[in-house]
């Protein structure tokens, strides 16, 4: 039992962990000693849990959910319960992971989020909400014997009403009839309905706890003068900090950069963010702009940016020295920041369809981050005025009572096209409540195959007609909704069947009311975890059987294989298009193709997609005997492979494909694709090209921000856990050196020589021109040295397929004259006779390399080996 953990060593100190007096006390007690003191609200609501009820608990943002959440776990092990805690995002769960190790220990909390799993047979989980709902299906019913939990807090449960993701709120309510549940958020809006369906589905009492008013009350504005003033006079009159609200990453961005001009920040108040920054590391690109805001009191804040800048930007917040933080509404999800005031520079958001006003739950959710309990008084909640309005307001001041130059004034309108919106729109949102949760149930091949998997305590099947009927018929939707329910489970029981993965047998005589019968049921076996991991990851295993380990690019088109299976960054994808038609234009220009024809062919061009033609087809034969992928598609893609090809810094990768405002999407798919690369890839393929790929990979996330790595490797050693010395956030990074890692850093010298043979294959100089403060040599210095083998051998003098790829081509001498931090490389070049007598030498220092944070070569010749 962690001495550590306060809650832990308040269980073992019960005398009777069954007596809800002394489970109460002894969480009261634990409050206190935190300085804290237990809101009417919060004691209400810890009350009816240790009365076995089940707890709405709709409270405002700031009211303290969180801490009857913590008494919720408590309450389930004293009675020797398993508890769940779920949440909408991942980065959620593993925030409340840490927070719930830190009070009841490391041995008692684990976590599931589909990327990994920490601790998973702990009394309390913390997982996504598709987790539990997977297990549900899985386990649960009206006729399970153990779904394996007791007791479940939902927090953000106005999820139910997500379009794409609310069935996942909704299965545990129609599967766990036995359990207890906490539902939690702070716009609900009417809970009748949950109410009644809850009782009478598991004759468990419920009670809705629902405090109107705030611990922190909030005062609402609307505002019609510029906004650069209005953020001067809230700072100016203690009303900070502010978090300025946008709906795009680039209009926040935007934002700070207009904001420079704006007198935010003392003297004083710059020298202390310039203190508490410290020797921090900012990186080139957004980096070095974000410097310059956080220096001038300014922070960015959305998902787009690297985690250690948000970081950044949360803990100089926390400690009052930014005053101003222009975000999107995210912050609605929560950023742990104490907020002063929120003001919202629009009530109008694109939902991925169209433009749209806000929703009044939309709307709450971010008024609510406003005014944090111990830290102010109030919270202001401000919304600006349309642009046009506001210049229409400045015209007339200025104009006075001047009735000529009043007549003069042109009032400006709303652009053509533009959803507007007025002060009746704020208004109205106001005095709002939250809309309706509306359920969002569905049926797909994955929850029929949960449910036919289901078996009872001797492991026998359960009869999946009688459980997705109870599925079918209990869900919340509307009746004709139900109907099409049942017509796609229809859709998809007939395709199993035609694909052979169902069969359906018939019952003798005797066994069903002395009557025959049919039974349904699979005929293969689901994998345990085909829902909880990487959905496509059995997949990529089946599809590296199709690449040799002895070929060539075995360790790319693995990578590939890897990729293809990946969550789209669309940023990225969208980069490389952009690109890639760039450079056809000028190909077709230069080829004198007429304007039409030229779109035509751009029609065709997209992001580069390694390995299509194998894949695709092995993916469409796959789903015929694995049906639980199906509505899933594989994305062949080449983000990792682009960089290593070209032999790309994750800087240079961020500025060829303007993604300066999307770094930290990057950062996440380089860290999935590393995690992904480690726990997938099986023996057999793990050659010494795959593992020193996977050890590049590795360093090159460490090498932009270690946080996600770090934390995963956290989470995979819980007992390593050391919550009372968490290292501050700010400080100065040691910069791992890029050759530290030999494997690694060989990898990244084996393909920036490459990269280099593919331009002198293309004959392009201008690229060389634009590596020569790296490599020595210009393009014209290339041109000199190459233009003898193409005289030798023709158009085709280079080779760039798979054979000029082999390892044996590849010499690299680790010492130069007993220096060992000088290396030589000598990269044979595949002629079409294959004579391979020309080579290009350089010279590598690896001290120049550290200091520059990438390979830089050292050219010496590019030879036959007679004149080398």
């Not at 962690?2 to 969480?27: C, G, I, R, Y």
């Not at 139900?482 to 029981?493: C, H």
């Not at 894949?615 to 492979?641: C, D």
Request: with cysteine.
């Amino acid at each position: 039992m962690s001495t550590s953990a306060p809650l832990a060593l308040a269980l073992a100190n019960l005398k009777d962990p069954s007596d809800p007096d002394q489970v109460f006390d002894a969480f009261v007690q634990f409050v206190t000693d935190r300085g804290l003191t237990l809101y009417p609200a919060q004691e209400e609501a810890i009350l009816e849990l240790l009365d076995d009820k089940h707890v709405i608990l709709a409270t405002p943002t700031g009211s303290g959910k969180s801490l009857v959440a913590i008494a919720a776990h408590f309450i389930a092990l004293a009675r020797g319960q398993r508890t769940f805690y779920t949440a909408p995002l991942k980065a959620l769960v593993s925030e409340k992971f840490f927070d719930l190790v830190a009070v009841f220990g490391s041995e008692n909390v684990g976590m599931t989020t589909g990327d990994s799993a920490v601790n998973p047979d702990a009394p309390i989980i913390c997982c996504t909400a598709e987790i539990l709902a997977n297990q549900s299906l899985r386990r649960g019913g009206i006729d399970a014997f153990d779904p394996g939990v007791d007791q479940v807090v939902m927090d953000e449960f106005h999820y139910y009403a997500d379009p794409q993701r609310g069935w996942a709120w909704q299965v545990p309510l129609l599967e766990l009839p036995k359990v207890q549940f906490l539902m939690l958020s702070a716009t609900l809006g009417d809970t009748a309905f949950f109410q009644k369906d809850l009782k009478e589905r598991t004759g468990r009492d419920v009670v809705e706890v629902a405090g109107v008013e705030r611990p922190v009350p909030l005062h609402f504005s609307y505002v019609v003068e510029p906004l650069g003033e209005l953020i001067e006079e809230l700072v100016s009159t203690h009303r900070a900090p502010v978090y300025v609200v946008h709906f795009t990453q680039k209009d926040a961005v935007d934002r700070a950069q207009s904001l420079l001009s704006t007198k935010i920040a003392s003297k004083e108040a710059k020298e202390a963010i310039a203190a508490e920054l410290g020797d921090f590391r900012f990186g080139s690109g957004f980096g070095k702009l974000l410097s310059k805001y956080l220096r001038a009191g300014i922070g960015v804040h959305h998902a787009g940016m690297l985690p250690k800048y948000r970081r950044v930007v949360e803990r100089l917040t926390q400690k009052g020295l930014l005053k101003v933080v222009c975000g999107t509404d995210t912050l609605g999800v929560g950023i742990n920041v104490p907020i002063r005031t929120v003001l919202l520079t629009s009530l109008v958001k694109f939902d991925g369809e169209r433009m749209r006003h806000l929703s009044a739950r939309e709307f709450h959710q971010i008024a609510g981050r406003a005014g944090r309990a111990g830290y102010d008084t109030v919270g202001e909640v401000l919304v600006m005025a349309p642009d046009h309005v506001i210049e229409n307001k400045k015209q007339l001041e200025k104009a006075g009572d001047d009735p000529k130059k009043l007549k003069k004034i042109v009032r400006k309108k709303a652009p053509a096209g533009h959803v507007n919106w007025t002060e009746s729109t704020y208004e109205r949102l106001i005095d709002a409540p939250p809309e309706p949760l509306t359920s969002q149930f569905s049926v797909t091949h994955a929850m029929i195959l949960n449910v036919l998997a289901r078996k009872d305590e001797d492991g026998k099947p359960i009869n999946p007609v009688t459980s997705m009927t109870h599925l079918l018929t209990a869900n919340h939707d509307n009746e004709a909704k139900k109907r099409e329910n049942v017509r796609q489970a229809f859709r998809i029981y007939r395709s199993m069947r035609q694909s052979g993965i169902v069969e359906k047998i018939k019952i003798p005589t005797g066994v069903v009311g002395g009557r025959s019968g049919y039974r349904v049921q699979l005929t293969v076996d689901v994998p345990d975890n085909f829902a909880l991991n990487q959905p496509l990851s059995p997949f990529a295993v089946a599809a590296m059987d199709l690449i040799a380990p002895d070929s060539p690019t075995h360790g790319l088109d693995i990578l590939s294989i890897i990729e293809s299976t990946l969550d789209d960054p669309r940023q990225v994808l969208f980069g490389q298009e952009r690109a890639a038609k760039s450079v056809a234009i000028a190909e077709m220009k230069a080829e004198g193709i007429e304007y039409d024809e030229r779109m035509a062919l751009l029609e065709d061009i997209s992001w580069p997609k390694p390995l299509e033609d194998l894949l695709i087809p092995a993916f469409h034969t796959y789903k015929q005997s694995n049906p639980w992928i199906s509505g899933m598609e594989l994305s062949p893609k080449s983000v990792v492979r682009d960089m290593l090809e070209k032999a790309q810094t994750f800087t240079d990768f961020i500025s060829r494909y303007q993604l300066e405002r999307s770094e930290g999407v990057v950062l996440k798919y380089l860290a999935d694709a590393y995690r992904t690369m480690r726990q997938t890839v099986p023996t057999e393929h793990r050659t010494d090209e795959v593992e020193g790929i996977t050890e590049w990979l590795g360093e090159l996330v460490r090498s932009v921000d270690s946080s996600l790595l770090d934390e995963w490797e956290r989470l995979a050693h819980p007992e390593d856990l050391d919550l009372e010395n968490e290292p501050e956030i700010i400080e100065e990074e040691t910069l791992r050196p890029i050759t530290a890692n030999d494997r690694a850093f060989t990898v990244m010298l084996r393909n920036a020589v490459f990269y280099r043979v593919e331009l002198a294959a293309r004959e392009d100089y201008d690229a060389f021109d634009r590596l020569a403060a790296k490599d020595g040599w210009n393009g014209d210095d290339w041109a000199d040295a190459i233009d003898p083998m193409f005289e030798e051998y023709g158009d085709d003098a280079i080779g760039i397929g798979p054979d000029a790829r082999s390892p044996k081509l590849l010499q690299v001498t680790k010492s130069v004259d007993g220096n060992d931090r000088v290396w030589k490389i000598r990269q044979v070049l595949d002629d079409p006779n294959k004579d391979h007598d020309w080579a290009i030498t350089a010279l590598v220092d690896l001290d120049e390399c550290d200091a520059a944070g990438e390979v830089m070569l050292r050219m010496v010749s590019v030879a036959q080996a007679s004149d080398a």
